[in-house]
């Protein structure tokens, strides 16, 4: 057995790794403790010391809390990724060739690092003179009869074309199969005709991606998260497999390894976000907001539930501009909340609109968030707010890794 030495955790349960070998392949014990948490006991095995991403890779033989793994060689920043024996020790049930976006090369580098069944390929992402693509897969011969996966971003209409362009492409060279991973789908608060005229371009995203060529395994499987209404998911034709996947259990881990876990309450910020969460998130006390018009101005308030001594946690699949959650913000500080704090699936925040947030450092919830957590849907958006509190990112990698070897 390795020997190792004590480690202490920060109190977001990060761990920095200690020195290993690389004869260091016996399982081995770390024991870490927080200002905030009783010390803790967790079985490990080495699965690999490093990766292209220059982070150590450890599997849990132990259930546990998530962990952010941190190499203290590495000049990257930490995301918490949630590490299981069951996603990384386990036999792998097909090897997948995973190429990615400029915009998720990241992400996917972090996807990589949960498994040993995936291996990242890539692609050249050039533009002639008159800005249309020119692009290059490479070693398109080298992946005929492979399990084939592309991690896609479509952050914006500038990028689409591009990327659907590949899409298109890949599952035509004799791949056994293939897999579209979009984390965030763009168009879905576009679901809906309020207004003859109104496009509804969820609609037209959907039907674009049910037509993508079918490859020798059969029709296009396609990732996604928290998919913004639940009737979209009967957009995609019969030519596709849509497998929606969700955040919430990476807030889940988060929130139970909070010091004050035990005076959790969740609060939806209107009927949609209820009717989309609430049965995730039904062993937490439950508020429900909604916004009432007064004149010109809408106006949110507290429709059920109590905020009062609670730290609340604000619930919801996107953000851009932040003004719901804002508001939301302000009435359940008012209503007695001791502390507010945020999550969201996508954080968008156009025109970095992300720097509405302030953190609570005076104790006072209705100047600032104690959290506002966010996953790594958004590539562009992490790079903004990495390492300022009171965000933190909570990375979808293990969750993509698990659905790839479906």
């Not at 000049?75 to 976006?101: D, N, Q, T, Y």
């Not at 109104?198 to 959907?206: E, G, H, I, K, Q």
């Not at 889940?252 to 390894?257: E, F, I, M, V, Y």
């Not at 500080?333 to 001791?338: D, F, I, P, T």
Request: charged share 20%; glycine share 6%.
């Amino acid at each position: 057995m390795a020997a190792v030495s004590p480690v202490t955790a920060t109190t977001a349960a990060s761990l920095t790794l200690p020195q290993l070998t690389s004869s260091s392949s016996s399982p081995f014990t770390l024991n870490f403790k927080t200002d905030t948490l009783s010390s803790r006991c967790v079985r490990c095995g080495v699965r690999s010391l490093e990766n292209q991403s220059g982070h150590r890779s450890l599997d849990f033989l132990s259930s546990g809390d998530p962990i952010s793994l941190i190499n203290p060689n590495s000049s990257s920043s930490p995301i918490s990724m949630a590490a299981s024996a069951s996603e990384s020790g386990a036999k792998c049930s097909k090897r997948v060739c995973l190429f990615h976006s400029d915009e998720t090369r990241d992400l996917a580098e972090r996807i990589v690092s949960q498994s040993d069944c995936i291996e990242l390929r890539s692609i050249n992402w050039k533009k002639f003179d008159d800005g249309f693509p020119n692009l290059f897969i490479q070693n398109a011969q080298g992946i005929r009869g492979q399990h084939v996966a592309f991690l896609a971003s479509f952050s914006s209409p500038a990028v689409i074309f591009e990327q659907l362009s590949v899409i298109y492409a890949l599952p035509k060279l004799f791949v056994s199969s293939f897999t579209l991973v979009l984390p965030f789908f763009p168009t879905g608060t576009s679901e809906r005709m309020e207004d003859e005229g109104d496009v509804a371009t969820a609609f037209t995203l959907a039907r674009i991606l049910s037509n993508i060529p079918t490859s020798r395994g059969g029709p296009t499987s396609l990732v996604t998260f928290d998919i913004h209404a639940l009737q979209e998911r009967f957009y995609f034709g019969d030519t596709i497999l849509p497998c929606f996947e969700s955040g919430i259990p990476l807030l889940k881990n988060r929130l139970q390894a909070l010091p004050d876990s035990d005076n959790i309450s969740i609060a939806f910020p209107d009927d949609g976000a209820w009717k989309r969460f609430h049965k995730q998130l039904q062993h937490y006390p439950t508020i429900v907001c909604n916004k009432v018009r007064m004149g010109d101005k809408r106006i949110v308030r507290i429709k059920e539930g109590d905020a009062e001594g609670r730290h609340v946690v604000i619930v919801d699949d996107l953000v851009q501009s932040g003004g719901t959650l804002i508001e939301c913000q302000k009435v359940l500080a008012a209503h007695g909340a001791a502390k507010i704090s945020a999550y969201v699936t996508h954080g968008i925040f156009p025109k970095s609109s992300w720097k509405r947030f302030k953190l609570d450092t005076k104790g006072d919830p209705a100047e600032g968030l104690s959290y506002f957590w966010i996953t790594d849907s958004c590539g562009l958006t992490v790079k903004e707010v990495m390492n300022k509190p009171p965000f933190e990112v909570l990375s979808l990698a293990g969750t993509i890794a698990s659905a790839l070897q479906v």
